[in-house]
């Protein structure tokens, strides 16, 4: 099943928000592509900074604090490169940003449980040159049903000075299992 217009109406219908979202290229074998959610009563602006990536992101820009900062989000599929424009882009523009998605990126350095990939090592040099920091907690985002796998796939990113405003990080764990 691939995502498209009448799929991600009915899909991701929830009361008292918006959706944006992006389909997965039609070429691909797999998954749906990215979405994100946004409550109602949130003032935000899609943008397209990272349209011409040919990457699976959706993002937005809204006031946070009386700043603009941007909400990405971002799918890396198994067996592609990470993309440093993207934090590049964000740090170099010294923009507030959180960039939350599956980056297919695993290192234990930011907890990961099971194997490391490329993708982990490139994302450590990522959050070093751009300054940015892991907001999750050690605590798994993927687990395959049925298994005792687990593991942190999922990632929320932003620079140090705004993840240390930041409240609270949760994963919604009666969705997951």
């Given at each position: 099943?691939?995502?498209?217009?009448?799929?991600?109406?009915?899909f991701?219908?929830?009361?008292n928000?918006?959706?944006i979202?992006k389909?997965?290229p039609i070429?691909?074998?797999?998954?749906?592509?990215?979405?994100?959610?946004?409550?109602?009563?949130?003032?935000?602006?899609?943008?397209?900074?990272?349209?011409?990536l040919?990457?699976?992101?959706?993002?937005?820009k809204?006031?946070?604090a009386?700043?603009?900062?941007?909400?990405?989000v971002?799918y890396?599929?198994?067996n592609?490169?990470?993309?440093?424009?993207?934090?590049?882009?964000?740090s170099?523009?010294k923009?507030?940003?959180?960039?939350?998605?599956d980056l297919?990126s695993?290192?234990?350095s930011?907890g990961?449980?099971?194997?490391?990939?490329?993708?982990?090592?490139?994302?450590e040099?990522?959050?070093?040159?751009?300054?940015g920091?892991v907001?999750?907690?050690?605590?798994?985002?993927?687990?395959i049903?049925?298994?005792q796998?687990?593991?942190?796939l999922?990632?929320s990113?932003?620079?140090?000075?705004?993840a240390?405003?930041l409240s609270?990080?949760c994963?919604?764990?009666n969705?997951?299992?």
């Amino acid at each position: 099943m691939k995502l498209d217009e009448n799929r991600a109406n009915f899909f991701f219908k929830f009361i008292n928000n918006t959706t944006i979202y992006k389909p997965r290229p039609i070429n691909s074998n797999h998954g749906e592509g990215v979405a994100m959610l946004i409550r109602s009563g949130i003032d935000f602006v899609e943008t397209n900074i990272f349209s011409n990536l040919n990457r699976e992101i959706v993002e937005i820009k809204l006031k946070l604090a009386q700043r603009d900062c941007f909400i990405l989000v971002y799918y890396n599929p198994p067996n592609t490169e990470l993309s440093e424009v993207v934090f590049k882009t964000l740090s170099d523009a010294k923009l507030n940003y959180i960039v939350c998605g599956d980056l297919n990126s695993k290192t234990k350095s930011i907890g990961c449980l099971n194997d490391e990939n490329e993708n982990g090592k490139k994302l450590e040099q990522i959050l070093i040159n751009y300054n940015g920091q892991v907001i999750n907690k050690i605590e798994p985002t993927y687990f395959i049903l049925g298994t005792q796998y687990k593991e942190i796939l999922d990632l929320s990113i932003c620079p140090p000075l705004l993840a240390s405003t930041l409240s609270s990080f949760c994963v919604l764990k009666n969705s997951l299992q």
